[in-house]
């Protein structure tokens, strides 16, 4: 098989974190990882969803802790799934009552591996430092990471306050959006310090700082990789539904990648109305992929059409692919190591089809319009055979799993 990427840009340096056997940062490659949007305490259904979103490549699933129904159903959730034979880490997202939750489920504590606390909603006022200092002992006697989030939508007001208090009193030098940035970052920061200073390692302490703007979420991770070398959780909150959340997210974390910022990112699309969760992994995957920091799964070079056909079939055939690869990826990657590496190639006509097919490991140069009704098909940058007649499509397919399972 074809190697298809080149090296990959230097990563900034990150202290790795161990989150469940998978590590974050340092190292390690950049981390995909998703969340459910079940209720926690429906065990059933969070089990599912979880399975599903590992099926498809979360390396990392979040759930939801938001009461005592929720934090008693963690361990049934752990135990399931790994009665399922998935070991994919949990974490526990935890707002305004998460010190009381991990007190009160010592189980639940346990079954997960990783806290998120959000600074912003961690307690209020006098109460604020007690209860943030409450969850990281429990992260230090669990051994267990954090992840320190702060999000736009939550943020710390009493330091938002603070901030723009004394901006107006140094004669308001920044806009009021430099100051937001700036009070993300300093959350974040500060949270991190107060965190230290309680006694969780730095080894244990991943921070991330969530706003929904693709320019204010470059401006703030830049900020945050220049002034600390913990590891980064990337996402765009509030991405949005459909192409626009894809492109949001693309946009403003393929620039942060680009700069070697960001040790796991998570996509966060609003589902579609099917209910279908796994869209978020698959393009996190196809973000770091067309990137060329990892390699998930084979790619499918295939041509846009134009007047040259007149048919759908190569689309098709595409597709289909496609749509066949990811669903044996589980199963072929434990099988056959490096099929990740594949590229296979669906062209629509002579005019670039030899060309590209032989450039890709497998690929067919289906006839376009005017031409012979033949498909020649191009194996390890050679022409193998032509293809005839009405089962082209299965044919080719057919052989593709055949050049994989060889
Ligand atoms: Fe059109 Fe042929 Fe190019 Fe495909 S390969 S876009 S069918 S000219």
Request: charged share 20%; hydrophobic share 40%; aromatic share 4%.
């Amino acid at each position: 098989m074809t190697g298809y990427f080149s090296t990959p840009f230097p990563r900034r340096h990150s202290v790795g974190v161990d989150v469940g056997g998978v590590t974050v940062g340092g190292d390690a490659p950049v981390i995909v990882q998703s969340m459910t949007n079940t209720d926690t305490a429906d065990i059933d259904q969070t089990v599912a969803q979880v399975a599903a979103l590992h099926r498809a490549g979360s390396e990392i699933v979040r759930i939801t802790v938001d009461r005592d129904e929720s934090a008693a159903a963690v361990p049934a959730i752990r135990e399931r799934l790994e009665r399922l034979g998935i070991n994919v880490p949990l974490v526990g997202d935890f707002h305004y009552i998460g010190h009381k939750l991990l007190a009160d489920h010592p189980a639940c504590a346990e079954a997960l591996a990783k806290y998120r606390i959000n600074p912003g909603n961690v307690g209020f006022k006098d109460k604020k430092d007690k209860q943030f200092a409450a969850i990281v002992e429990k992260a230090i006697f669990y051994d267990k990471p954090v992840r320190i989030g702060v999000n736009w939508g939550s943020l710390d007001q009493e330091l938002l306050t603070r901030l723009m208090d004394e901006n107006q009193a140094n004669g308001s030098p920044l806009t009021a959006q430099e100051v937001m940035r700036e009070a993300i970052v300093q959350s974040a920061l500060l949270s991190a310090e107060a965190a230290e200073q309680l006694g969780l390692g730095r080894d244990k302490i991943i921070l991330s700082a969530k706003v929904s703007q693709v320019q204010d979420l470059i401006a703030v991770y830049t900020m945050l990789a220049e002034r600390c070398d913990h590891a980064l959780h990337l996402g765009l909150t509030e991405a949005g539904m459909g192409s626009k959340g894809i492109v949001a997210s693309s946009a403003a974390m393929g620039i942060l990648l680009q700069q070697g910022i960001g040790d796991t990112i998570r996509i966060s699309l609003t589902p579609e109305p099917n209910g279908d969760r796994t869209r978020e992994v698959q393009v996190a995957q196809e973000l770091l992929q067309t990137m060329g920091f990892r390699q998930f799964v084979p790619i499918v070079a295939a041509c846009p059409g134009c007047g040259r056909t007149t048919s759908t079939v190569f689309q098709e055939l595409a597709q289909n692919i496609q749509e066949g690869i990811r669903k044996n990826m589980p199963e072929w990657r434990k099988k056959y190591p490096g099929v990740e590496e594949l590229k296979v190639a669906v062209m629509g006509c002579i005019v670039n089809g030899p060309g590209e097919s032989k450039h890709a490991d497998i690929g067919i140069s289906l006839p376009g319009t005017g031409e012979m009704p033949a498909a020649p098909v191009f194996i390890d940058g050679k022409k193998a055979m032509t293809l005839r007649g009405p089962d082209i499509a299965q044919d080719f397919e057919k052989m593709v799993a055949d050049y994989i399972e060889q």
